[in-house]
């Protein structure tokens, strides 16, 4: 007897919606095959079949952009503001994208669609918090490992889809300029702040300055001069690993993380004790955000908050062998007051 076929429950038909056919077979562990033959039965378009050379694009932009989306119908229409409201910024913690590397559910094509889709959830989210805040800037921190770089690891030129670090680098300027273009016209103001991370040297031996994330912030420079978003990283002569900024007078520091010590695979304690130390060193500041774990999460030491945010790639070995875990695949979002450092919080899900 030929057993029935297998129906899509409501949750794997949302999800259809928004995911490509590979990452509902991913999530639901069912064959790429089930999945289209579910679209066709139900008639739910993909949503990811727009595609050139296997890049996906967004919408034609307007003159002078790379990458455009055009404005973001909300499902709710939301009344006017009402009131007297404060005036904050905004942080969105970046991490990890590592441009060029290759996984079972994760390539260049899967991150610039995962970067498009975070574009209207940022627009109604602005929406949103527009009617409690008056948001004057987004501050972007780009956290390192931008870049996978080459050479990290022997068999690494197995598990990429370019190998060239140069490409890598100027490829994904070209793709985070448009991007961010696509942001600022929700938001309006915007600035990039940026270190660099372990995937991005360029040798052993050589400068810390010889980062390929170096150049592709470089790059990304060149590319967004003129439109009014400023690119900030290590100049020749700095650390470009480790940066102090300033957002609304509240000190943050931004470090990718790979000199933390971890103790039975777990980074908690040696970012703790980095906190104390640095504490010392750098003098008072609100609170220590990081990658290179691609781990999502957040803890407290002395008052002073540590964020560690995620990263877009799924399917990759390194945290479970590393960590013992999984691939967080979410980024921060808060909100930054006059008198406050963080006021509010959001996870924004990659996948």
């Known amino acids: 007897m030929t057993p029935p076929r297998r129906?899509?429950?409501?949750?794997?038909?949302?999800?259809?919606?928004?995911?490509?056919?590979?990452?509902v077979a991913r999530r639901f562990g069912v064959a790429r095959a089930t999945v289209q033959r579910w679209r066709h039965t139900y008639g739910?378009?993909?949503?990811?079949?727009?595609?050139?050379?296997?890049?996906?694009?967004?919408?034609?932009?307007?003159?002078?952009?790379?990458?455009?989306v055009g404005p973001v119908p909300l499902a709710v229409p939301l009344p006017p503001p009402?009131?007297?409201?404060?005036?904050?910024?905004?942080?969105?913690?970046m991490s990890d994208l590592h441009y060029g590397k290759r996984t079972r559910s994760f390539d260049r094509a899967v991150l610039v669609s995962r970067l498009q889709a975070l574009v209207p959830r940022l627009a109604r989210l602005h929406e949103l918090l527009s009617h409690a805040y008056v948001l004057d800037e987004l501050v972007v921190c780009i956290l390192g490992d931008v870049n996978d770089g080459s050479e990290?690891?022997?068999?690494?030129?197995?598990?990429?889809?370019?190998?060239?670090?140069?490409?890598?680098?100027?490829?994904?300027?070209?793709?985070?300029a448009g991007?961010?273009?696509?942001?600022?016209?929700?938001?309006?103001?915007?600035?990039?702040e940026c270190v660099a991370g372990n995937?991005?040297?360029?040798?052993?031996?050589?400068?810390?300055?010889?980062s390929w994330d170096v150049a592709a912030y470089h790059y990304l420079a060149l590319r967004l001069s003129g439109s009014g978003i400023p690119v900030?990283?290590?100049?020749?002569?700095?650390?470009?690993f480790l940066r102090v900024v300033t957002v609304r007078g509240h000190r943050y520091v931004?470090?990718?993380?790979?000199?933390?010590?971890?103790?039975?695979s777990i980074p908690w304690y040696g970012l703790a004790q980095r906190v104390l130390r640095w504490r010392a060193i750098l003098g008072e500041f609100a609170a220590l955000c990081c990658g290179h774990f691609h781990t999502y999460g957040e803890m407290e030491i002395a008052g002073t908050r540590v964020l560690l945010t995620g990263t877009p790639v799924t399917d990759d070995d390194w945290v479970l062998q590393a960590l013992g875990g999984r691939n967080s695949n979410r980024w921060h979002l808060f909100g930054v007051g006059d008198s406050r450092p963080i006021t509010w919080q959001f996870a924004l899900d990659l996948v």
């Open 199 to 210: 995937h991005g040297r360029s040798g052993r031996r050589v400068a810390e300055s010889a």
């Open 179 to 192: 991007w961010l273009l696509a942001v600022q016209r929700t938001w309006g103001r915007v600035r990039v």
């Open 152 to 176: 990290i690891y022997p068999s690494q030129p197995h598990h990429q889809d370019v190998t060239d670090p140069l490409r890598q680098a100027w490829e994904l300027a070209d793709v985070l």
């Open 7 to 23: 129906e899509p429950t409501p949750e794997i038909l949302d999800a259809m919606r928004d995911l490509p056919d590979a990452e």
């Open 44 to 68: 739910i378009p993909n949503p990811y079949n727009a595609r050139v050379r296997g890049i996906p694009h967004l919408p034609p932009p307007p003159a002078g952009d790379r990458i455009g």
């Open 232 to 240: 900030h990283y290590a100049q020749e002569g700095l650390d470009p």
């Open 82 to 93: 009402r009131g007297e409201r404060e005036v904050e910024s905004a942080v969105l913690l």
């Open 254 to 264: 931004l470090y990718h993380g790979h000199g933390i010590r971890m103790y039975q």
